[in-house]
């Protein structure tokens, strides 16, 4: 008999009627989860061909609870708890200190609220700081997320091109609130899929299975790795200027539009998923990458060293850098449209 959680066991149908059958349930379950004769249980028909059966009345508002004592954690590392316990579904977050350690928390948490949404501080004692997560996991859709991510990657690109084309170097003086703002929604989208992995209800509400969850978290990734080298640029043409004065018609920053377009095409994508429009954005990042990769081995060939050269190839290696992430991006695509499209045969074993 199935006593607890991970157990197993093998129950017979009954037929019940010339149309009906029923299969009995665990006591131990129904004692578990309070139910009692002629309450009413929702069963949901997965699309891996399972069932799954959950009481009606199910509370929707269960929480998960992360208790921190301050003085046992290890130095510096209160942060990093605290992002651990948001990615994990933490609705509550308590911590308990010495009184005289308040301060040492001031730093830490403003920096967990501003990199996360949706948390506050909702009490604050002399010894105990409570904070607690307000938007629902399944209120914001993954793909609302994906297009913030991608909107401010390729804004700050097209503003990086601008300088480039003599603009002013204000147009990326907020580089870094941009990435901020997409590390942010990254660590949205993970603590989404991992609440959704475990809760049924906030999957139905995302309208999403665990796999294409899984595969919406590893798109969010690739737009956070873009975001990386495109701030990365923009760091470049603030410390060395010249690289805008010395750039030629060849010169890396001119692809960029052409990587614009490719990634456009994936993220309409997500939605139609067409194999051949994918598979052309991907043939054309690869084929920009190969461009690139030989205007580095055209510099490098080139006799002596100089500041422009070094300065070159790191922009160029960020701009082939984009056009990877991008193509990893069209291959998790495929994959999300491939695994809708397969078909579950019964093997018949003779």
Same mark, same amino acid.
Request: net charge negative.
């Given at each position: 008999?199935?006593?607890g959680?991970?157990d197993h066991?093998?129950?017979?149908?009954?037929? =019940?009627?010339?149309?009906?059958?029923?299969?009995?349930?665990?006591? $131990?379950?129904i004692?578990?989860q309070q139910l009692?004769?002629r309450?009413s249980?929702?069963?949901?028909w997965r699309p891996?061909g399972a069932l799954?059966?959950?009481?009606?009345?199910l509370?929707?508002s269960l929480?998960?609870h992360v208790?921190?004592?301050?003085e046992?954690? $290890?130095?510096?590392?209160?942060?990093?708890?605290l992002m651990?316990?948001y990615?994990s579904?933490?609705?509550?977050?308590?911590i308990?200190?010495?009184?005289g350690?308040?301060?040492?928390?001031?730093?830490?948490?403003?920096r967990f609220?501003?990199a996360t949404?949706?948390f506050?501080i909702?009490?604050?004692?002399?010894?105990?700081?409570d904070?607690?997560?307000l938007?629902?996991?399944? /209120?914001?859709?993954l793909?609302?997320?994906l297009?913030?991510?991608?909107?401010?990657v390729t804004?700050l690109?097209?503003?990086v091109?601008?300088?480039f084309?003599?603009?002013d170097?204000?147009?990326?003086?907020?580089?870094?609130?941009r990435e901020s703002?997409v590390d %942010?929604?990254l660590y949205l989208?993970?603590?989404q899929?991992r609440?959704?992995? /475990? @809760?049924?209800l906030?999957?139905t509400?995302?309208?999403l299975t665990?796999?294409?969850a899984l595969?919406? %978290?590893?798109?969010a990734r690739?737009l956070e790795?873009?975001?990386?080298?495109a701030?990365t640029?923009?760091?470049?043409?603030?410390e060395?200027? *010249?690289?805008?004065d010395?750039h030629?018609?060849d010169?890396p920053?001119?692809?960029v539009?052409?990587?614009q377009?490719a990634l456009?095409e994936?993220?309409?994508n997500?939605?139609?998923r067409d194999?051949?429009r994918?598979e052309?954005a991907?043939? *054309?990042?690869?084929a920009?990458q190969e461009?690139l990769?030989a205007?580095?081995?055209?510099?490098?060939?080139?006799k002596?060293?100089?500041?422009w050269? %070094?300065?070159?190839l790191?922009l160029s290696e @960020?701009?082939r850098?984009?056009?990877?992430? @991008?193509? /990893?991006?069209?291959e998790?695509l495929l994959n999300m449209?491939?695994? =809708?499209?397969?078909m579950?045969?019964r093997e018949?074993?003779l």
């Amino acid at each position: 008999m199935a006593l607890g959680p991970g157990d197993h066991e093998v129950r017979k149908l009954q037929s =019940t009627g010339g149309s009906t059958f029923t299969l009995s349930l665990p006591k $131990p379950w129904i004692l578990e989860q309070q139910l009692k004769s002629r309450d009413s249980l929702r069963v949901d028909w997965r699309p891996s061909g399972a069932l799954r059966i959950t009481p009606l009345d199910l509370a929707t508002s269960l929480e998960k609870h992360v208790y921190f004592n301050f003085e046992t954690l $290890p130095e510096n590392s209160l942060h990093d708890h605290l992002m651990g316990a948001y990615i994990s579904g933490a609705d509550l977050i308590n911590i308990e200190f010495e009184e005289g350690n308040r301060q040492s928390l001031n730093h830490p948490i403003r920096r967990f609220l501003r990199a996360t949404r949706g948390f506050e501080i909702i009490d604050e004692r002399e010894t105990r700081l409570d904070l607690r997560c307000l938007l629902n996991a399944g /209120d914001m859709p993954l793909h609302s997320s994906l297009n913030r991510m991608y909107l401010q990657v390729t804004s700050l690109m097209r503003d990086v091109i601008s300088v480039f084309e003599g603009g002013d170097k204000e147009f990326i003086s907020d580089a870094e609130e941009r990435e901020s703002e997409v590390d %942010a929604l990254l660590y949205l989208i993970e603590r989404q899929v991992r609440i959704l992995l /475990d @809760s049924h209800l906030v999957a139905t509400k995302l309208n999403l299975t665990r796999t294409q969850a899984l595969e919406y %978290a590893n798109l969010a990734r690739c737009l956070e790795r873009m975001m990386d080298h495109a701030f990365t640029m923009t760091q470049f043409v603030v410390e060395y200027p *010249q690289l805008i004065d010395q750039h030629t018609k060849d010169s890396p920053i001119y692809h960029v539009p052409e990587w614009q377009s490719a990634l456009k095409e994936l993220m309409i994508n997500i939605r139609t998923r067409d194999s051949t429009r994918i598979e052309e954005a991907r043939h *054309q990042l690869k084929a920009l990458q190969e461009t690139l990769l030989a205007y580095e081995h055209t510099l490098l060939s080139k006799k002596g060293t100089s500041q422009w050269m %070094a300065q070159n190839l790191s922009l160029s290696e @960020s701009v082939r850098r984009l056009c990877a992430y @991008s193509r /990893d991006f069209g291959e998790i695509l495929l994959n999300m449209k491939i695994s =809708t499209e397969m078909m579950r045969v019964r093997e018949v074993v003779l």
